[in-house]
DNA sequence: GCGTATTATGAGCGATTACTCGTGTTTGAC
DNA sequence: GTCAAACACGAGTAATCGCTCATAATACGC
């Protein structure tokens, strides 16, 4: 299991480059279809439409191709939210709107391809590699929630630092279960905008807005 | 994979059931260690001190241990909450009051074999079989807590219902992830106090707990 | 066109898996 | 003590896994 998880060449041509995008793709499908056990690399380099040798040319073995995924995974997350995240920077929003908006990004962000989110946050045993390109995610989100948690004046918590941890743990627990499991009899958008009530009313006590 | 997932045979003896428990035991183990897939059942029935023919005799396939570990995982939290969940029928509690309770009793549910919970919870593919058990838990929880909120006058919530759902599933959220994730330099109890109060503060925003 | 570096191929290897089955041991009724 | 039923055993099987390697096809500088 302790082995290198980078590419093993540089692809020169343009042919490498498109096979392996091709592998990286159906590593996308296949995991998210299959699991991580159920995902093997024959399969994986079937979908493809490349053969298993052209696989391990470009990956060491199966937990590279999870790495390389996680990645994107990030790099897409974060191109995704890095305007929301620039915005509230420059201007921080207020806590309502911030966190209505902070919630929108996440479902979107899940909703896009759960399995896959699951396999590469939960499912186990997961490389050292592949656990700290996630861990960064939410270290990024928690910082800057508490920064922009600290520009505003009407949040009202004792420690903002463990408020901006509940609150990405909350957001990121509600979607995900949301997600995974939705319930039938309700919109995810009624979830989504009662979630942000919730936060707005833990974060902003005094801003109260009564039920309907 | 669609095969019969009770126990082959009923024990006749005292000796069988020693086995039994012996193999269920030691799969609670292996699964909290290794996962699923690293949960070999040649593994499980070493830890149990058994031979794999015996393990077979009480269990059709890997998947039944899983099933059996689910039911008796389901039972022993209903035991570990009927205590609780009669409480709060006969004598509906403050909400306050409740929610400290509530959270307590589910970081001690989660707390026990976190990864055995994942396990059983996440990890796929699911058998049908263990999926209708699980749910079962969630239904139970949103159910009796929409009891309780609804005997309580200070509960100002639109949808007493959603309401439910998204405490259960905050409280599910954030257990989880301070169970699996552990965060340095805080305790667990300051989360679960903090959960408390994000969720008095959502169901209750009337009552106003200022910060610090 | 030629030669070399790059890329692609897939049969097959060793390891591991869930699971079977023929055999031996223990138990309890009589 | 006898014997059948219940229980335990573990070497072995077929299937599947991740992965290798000898070989073939392709691309590009010249």
Known sequence: MAQPL???KEPKQARSRET???ILGAGAQVFERR?????????????????????YQYFPNKDAILVALAERHVRQGSEHLAPLVAAFAANPPP????????????????????RL???LFEECPRPAALQERLDVIQRIAVEATEAWLSGRTEVDVADRHLAAELV???VEGVTHGLVI??????????????????LLRYLCPSVWRSAG
């Open 117 to 119: 989110h699951r396999v």
């Open 168 to 170: 990405v743990q909350t």
């Open 181 to 198: 499991h939705p319930r039938p009899g309700h919109k995810p958008t009624d979830y989504a905008a009662e979630t942000a009530l919730l």
């Open 35 to 55: 699991g991580y056990a159920g995902a093997t690399t024959n399969r994986i380099a079937e979908r493809a439409g490349v053969s298993i040798g052209s696989l």
């Open 6 to 8: 980078n590419p093993l």
């Open 95 to 114: 806590v309502r709107e911030g966190l209505e908006l902070l919630v929108g990004a996440m479902v979107e962000l899940h909703a896009d391809s759960p």
């Open 20 to 22: 392996y995008e091709a």
